[in-house]
């Protein structure tokens, strides 16, 4: 995939950040999905592409992982910290409209 969106001149690969095996309870983290979107980050970089990364998809994403404001702000710090130094761009929320 990444191959064909450089060849049609993309420079920007949005995705979500946030699956349900990411943190298996507020204030845990499983490292290997991080692992996993550590080396997607990094691929689309070395295409000389940004990623645009999604915080949370839907609605009550953010709430049903992170119940309080502070499990928000620890998981968007987190994120931040992770990979503020990469190539990326932020998207707080995605919202799906019904067509």
């Known amino acids: 995939m990444l191959d ?5 001149k993309f420079n920007h690969i ?4 946030l699956t349900d095996k990411m943190f298996p309870q507020p204030g845990r983290v499983d490292p290997v999905p991080f692992r996993q979107l ?3 980050i990094l691929a689309i970089n070395k295409k000389e592409s940004s990623a645009d990364l999604i915080l949370a ?3 009550g994403q953010l709430t049903k992982f992170f119940p309080t404001w502070q499990d928000r702000e620890r998981y968007i710090r987190y994120i931040v910290a992770r990979y503020g130094a990469m190539n ?5 929320g995605r919202r799906i ?3």
Not at 4 to 8: D, F
Not at 88 to 92: A, K, L, P, R, S
Request: glycine letters at 14%; a positive charge.
């Open 4 to 8: 064909a969106h450089a060849k049609q």
């Open 14 to 17: 949005r995705g979500a950040v």
């Open 38 to 40: 550590d080396e997607r």
């Open 57 to 59: 998809t839907g609605r």
């Open 88 to 92: 990326v761009t932020w998207q707080g």
């Open 97 to 99: 409209r019904r067509i």
